[in-house]
């Protein structure tokens, strides 16, 4: 009989559920399958409820559910265990789900000592905000900024949110801080790397030198990271230990997950290039 493993995120066509997906895709085995599911945010709880709970649909029932920055409600998530389906989010947390994720506190603390390090005082963070109230790994990397910085006496110049992770985002945000009375000498774009390529154009076109006006570190490590101009400091996020460590749990370690959620939180690491 095929095996169905059921897959969420809000948009698979952004950068990071893209990629996720194509890391969890190479795990199929000939007998497997996945059913996708493209939901909304939590500021939608009903419809993103209904789109989730639809994977129970059919036959044969999925003998997992994995979330993708997706954070399901109570209901959805007492569905799936009712139904004995394991639910293991990816770069998410929820009461009774497993989560597999990057350490993204720890990469909030490395952005802000290494922007430090080199004398930078007038600092802000671009960060993501996909879900209504927020996403964990925007708070936590918010979190371990904001803590880095106390610890130096040193507090954000500016909090921006970036709602779609995008190169716009980063060109809105960029616009606005070179705008600013109170000036800044460097952005953490806690929203990522393609973010963070927004604020490299906008750099270029006003003719603010990147990282002698402004030091700018990303977050994830994505291709673009390394051929940007110039070449981005950033966070790297091990997205292929994620997808790896989510679908073994999702598909060896099913009944002791419904017995028992776990928590399985992997190290990132600064990669040091000319933006900062």
């Known amino acids: ?88 989010l990816i770069d998410e947390e929820a009461e009774g789900a497993t989560t597999v994720a990057c350490d993204n506190y720890l990469g909030g603390v490395l952005a802000a000592a290494h922007l430090t390090e080199q004398g930078r005082r007038r600092i802000a963070i671009v960060v993501g905000k996909l879900n209504a109230e927020g996403d964990m790994n925007s708070a936590l990397r918010l979190d371990g900024f904001e803590k880095a910085l106390s610890e130096q006496g040193l507090a954000p110049v500016e909090v921006i949110y970036s709602i779609d992770y995008s190169r716009k985002d980063g060109v809105t945000a960029m616009t606005r801080l070179l705008g600013g009375r109170r000036g800044v000498d460097a952005i953490f774009s806690a929203a990522g790397d393609i973010c963070a390529t927004g604020m490299l154009a906008v750099a270029r076109e006003r003719g603010v030198r990147v990282p002698e006006d402004v030091a700018i570190v990303g977050f994830d490590d994505l291709d673009v990271a390394a051929t940007s101009d110039p070449p981005l400091t950033t966070i790297r996020q091990p997205v292929d230990a994620m997808a790896d460590e989510a679908f073994r749990l999702a598909t060896e370690e099913r009944e002791e997950l419904l017995a028992r959620p776990r928590r399985v939180i992997l190290k990132p690491e600064l990669v040091a290039r000319q933006s900062a």
């Open 1 to 88: 009989m095929p095996v169905r493993i059921a897959v969420a995120a809000v948009n698979f066509g952004a950068t990071f559920p893209g990629m996720m997906y194509a890391r969890l895709r190479r795990h199929l085995r000939a007998d497997q399958s996945f059913v996708e599911c493209a939901t909304t945010s939590t500021a939608a709880v009903d419809v993103a409820r209904a789109r989730l709970t639809r994977l129970l649909d059919g036959e044969p029932k999925p003998i997992a559910f994995i979330g993708i920055s997706v954070r399901p409600d109570p209901r959805s998530l007492a569905a799936f265990r009712a139904a004995k389906v394991p639910v293991v």
